[in-house]
């Protein structure tokens, strides 16, 4: 585990960050609202116990901490992470070294509620146990791709994707922008005129969507994320941001591009992956949601493995 609660605990001058920020976690069932200070803890929590699951970056969990509601507690060296989105709390997989099993099953047996966004790591601690349940929740599987794939679209069952950038290219001027901290702001302008043709403003999950991103853009030099913009006519058309989720994976938080120019969205994710997917052998486009065009797209570019989810309820003694 990062840190036991129990003996005191002596702070000496220049404990690292995340150190500090721990012993300032409510012992559960206390929880406080996660901000922008639990950062080095969380951070360090996904260096020791490196996450799968797209939900398990700092960036994720503050740019939505509203929506979701997001709360943060100890409970033996684990942290907790809470969501009171719903009419009943519900958690996610306890963050660190703790004994995940032992730290789940005192939380289901003191509130009677559950878990969500469970990967197949906890499951398996939970073999043979008839007490609990577990329900697949596949609109919130992640696609996993070989960045390889992504960059080279080998072979005819991307032959669709190589048109439509070929496409692109040969009718269209356009100029790749890397986005840093000066310049992201950009992405404003862009995903409004984004939102005007999705209507967003009446579309709950692309508002709350919205909302995540202006988060993440105010943020986005402190949070070390990757991203980039394409430019055609004078105008960011397209635009992606992503970071890494652990040693062999980049996350992509956002890739959108106007659904009006044809191969722009192929474009943009392979200049993208290009430029910054290097280093990491997969990229995860996260989930579908269970929309269908969504869940049509991501399979036409070949996923190489599905993560799986779960819900995790206590269902009999």
Known sequence: CLL????????????PNFVMEYMKLSPYPKFRPIDITDKPLLDEAFRVSPPKISEFTFTNLYAWRHIYKFSLSDLNGSIILRTDEFA?????????????????EKILDYTGGSFMRVPDET??????DDSSKFEPDPDNFDYI??????????GKKYDGKRNLIKKFRSTHEH?????????AKSMLDFEDAWCSIKDCD???????????????ISNFASFKLAGGAIKTEGMVRAAVIGERLNNDTMVMHILKADPNIAGLYQVMMNEFLSREGGAFKFVNLEQDLGVEGLRKSKLSYHPVEMIKKYTLTKWKR
């Open 175 to 183: 100029e790749y922008i890397v986005l840093n901290g000066l310049n």
């Open 145 to 154: 791709y070989r960045t390889e794939d992504l960059v080279k679209l080998p």
């Open 123 to 128: 499951k398996a601690f939970f073999e043979g």
């Open 88 to 104: 009943a709390p519900k958690f996610f997989t306890p963050i660190g070294k703790g004994d995940v099993k032992i730290v789940i």
């Open 4 to 15: 036991s609660r129990g003996s005191p605990v002596r702070i000496r001058p220049g404990t």
């Open 202 to 216: 009446n579309v709950t999950g692309l508002y709350n969507e919205r909302e995540a991103l202006r988060e993440i």
